[in-house]
């Protein structure tokens, strides 16, 4: 490793070991999976990672998270959130990430004090100051470390690391809540989720590796990593791709030419409001 990134490293260690019993908010993306293995590394068993179920999390994401727990021996749990029951949440507007994290640190705090842990962390890096992520300003409010942050970690650095600790996850395809496919306005269902699941199962499954199926109501928007494309651009896999679609309920199927990139359906919001979700 490079001495930034070496230095970089050393200071994570000592932010994690500085946190006393710590809850991390585990996804299985890579940045809440190298976080909460690294801090197990850091406090052992002073340490829980937590993952939250509920209908935005993809099925898959949580298989795989669950796996990877079990082959590093993280301490797991898994717990219950509530954000379908929140009407901000289900109205997606802007704000919907700050419900979704404002729900999910409720619930940590009180299996915080429950189980006698002093803090909680989460997966937060210093790309995603960059971004509009309301969510970060839920975490503020509830006090939660940022640890990877501190540390000035950048996505690029979390994958080094992760890499060169030997961890499958290293070079793990982005990933977010099955909410963020969901044009914002559009109110958030489980029937929208579980077509927007079962359409990237699909994806997946005919061996495409990075891309996101965006819910425009009769309208699917799929996105395919610009290395893929070319292959998602042949008549045979457009037939396949209307047939796999319609069969879940769109009426109208459409390959983005732009390619995937995460957090397009930001595109759509105005300045004021991107301005308002900026840390």
Known sequence: MGVDLTSKQRALDTRLRGLGRTLIAYSGGVDSAYLAWACYQALGQDMLAVIADSPSLA???????????REMQIPLEIIQTAEMERTEYVRNEASRCFHCKDELFDVMEKFRAQRDFVSIAYGVNLDDQGDFRPGQAAARQHHVAAPLLDAGLTK??????????????????????????????????????SMVEQGEDALRALGFRQFRVRHHGDIVRIE??????????????????????????????TLDLEGFRSGSMNALLPAEELLRGKP
């Open 59 to 69: 099925r898959a994401q949580l298989q795989d998270a669950i796996a990877f727990a």
């Open 156 to 193: 690029q650095d979390i994958r080094d690391l992760a890499r060169n600790a030997g961890l499958r996850i290293w070079d793990k395809p982005a990933s977010a809540c099955l909410s963020s496919r969901i044009e914002y306005g559009r109110p958030v269902t489980r029937e929208a989720l």
């Open 224 to 253: 395919i990593d610009r290395a893929e494309l070319s292959r998602a651009l042949h008549p045979e896999m457009a037939a396949e791709f209307t047939r796999i679609f319609k069969a879940l309920g769109f009426q109208f199927v």
